[in-house]
């Protein structure tokens, strides 16, 4: 079965440089969530869309941004990167809201 | 607010013996509950959830939860741990019809199976 697709897998940048992430979700997926898993962190929600909406929005900072497309993908913008936004990044699928989300393998963003 | 609560950071238990690792939650109404896990630079894999219904859940991999509403509890159990169970165990709450709210994840167990 088709799964939530992320890219790039790893990515390396310096600081105050720029970063996007892309989330593919799961065909027929509506919903994707995006969270930050810091370094023995547990996963902290960011922001997610619904249906090309944002929908909700957790502990995302300013300097970020991120949107959902019309074929469902989304991505996540990053910019002025800081050393303490290295962390695994996941994209999460859901087929309408509330209902159990898949996540995909993530993106490990390391910046140097 | 919405929280979970994973008492222990780790878990260690010899191979064939049953394994529980713990949960606790609070949310405003009636929870939809979830069990993740992750291996090593790998993702989140759904084991499991409780949205309603019977209090015993069984998911992937032999695993199985208890919701326990009085003791506001979700604890991952198995009857007879493999090695290959090790990993992070996350546990999550959402609030049941609360629209398109994301998860509110535990802090993670670390599973160890000794063979």
């Known amino acids: 079965a088709a799964g939530v697709i992320q890219s790039p897998r790893h990515l390396i940048k310096e600081k105050r440089e720029t970063a996007t992430l892309k989330c593919y979700p799961i065909?027929?997926?509506?919903?994707v969530y995006w969270y930050q898993q810091g370094p023995g962190q547990d996963p902290q929600f960011l922001i997610s869309f619904y249906e090309k909406m944002q929908s909700d929005k957790g502990s995302i900072p300013d300097r970020f941004s991120a949107q959902q497309f019309s074929d469902y993908h989304s991505e996540l913008n990053m910019s002025s990167l800081e050393l303490g936004d290295s962390a695994l990044y996941f994209c999460a699928s859901s087929l309408g809201q509330g209902r159990e989300q898949f996540f995909g393998p993530g993106t490990r963003l390391t910046v140097l | 607010a919405q929280s979970v609560a994973q008492p222990e950071d780790q878990v260690n238990v010899a191979e064939g013996n049953p394994l529980t690792v713990k949960c606790t939650y609070s949310?405003?109404?009636?929870?939809?509950l979830f069990w993740y896990v992750q291996y090593p630079n790998r993702g989140l894999q759904f084991l499991l959830k409780?949205?309603?219904?019977?209090?015993l859940v069984k998911g992937s991999y032999g695993f199985e939860a208890e919701f326990n509403k009085s003791q506001t509890s979700f604890h991952l159990k198995k009857p007879s741990a493999l090695v290959s169970d090790s990993a992070l165990y996350f546990c999550a709450v959402r609030a049941a019809g609360s629209g398109n709210t994301p998860l509110v994840f535990g802090k993670g167990t670390r599973l160890s199976v000794i063979a």
């Open positions: 409780y949205i309603t219904g019977d209090n």
């Open positions: 065909p027929r997926h509506d919903t």
């Open positions: 949310v405003s109404g009636n929870p939809y």
